[in-house]
């Protein structure tokens, strides 16, 4: 009953920037971790970065210095600004939160559709 839904991808050149959004809808009662994985042709799904309810964040050596994850409790919404892209970024980027509909209920994992992230040498 959670749907999470990206945006903000699209085509760039490498060094350019880009903001991506995933907003959360439906039945929350409250959400704990959100982040970010991608994954490109011929490689795994990796972890981009992620940020806790407290907002402590981890972010892959890959993207350190350049990414930034931060969230939006009011709108339930976690961003990821990614500057200084390169043409290895490009990628799928699915956006996650764990969120639980009730007091009582695990945590479960909801993922959002992707968004293509493409930048261009």
């Known amino acids: 009953q959670v749907q999470l839904v990206e945006s903000g991808g699209g085509l760039v050149q490498a060094g350019g920037s880009l903001r991506l959004s995933c907003a959360a809808s439906?039945?929350?009662?409250?959400?704990?971790?959100m982040g970010w994985y991608r994954q490109s042709p011929g490689n795994e799904r990796e972890l981009v970065a992620l940020?806790?309810?407290?907002?402590?964040?981890d972010y892959a050596d890959s993207v350190k210095g350049r990414f930034t994850i931060s969230r939006d409790n009011a709108k339930n919404t976690v961003y990821l600004q990614m500057n200084s892209l390169k043409p290895e970024d490009t990628a799928v980027y699915y956006c996650?939160?764990?969120?639980?509909?009730?007091?009582?209920?695990?945590?479960?994992?909801?993922w959002g559709q992707g968004t293509l992230v493409t930048v261009s040498s």
């Open positions: 439906g039945t929350i009662f409250s959400i704990n971790s």
């Open positions: 996650y939160v764990e969120v639980r509909d009730t007091w009582f209920a695990v945590f479960r994992k909801v």
């Open positions: 940020i806790t309810s407290g907002g402590s964040t």
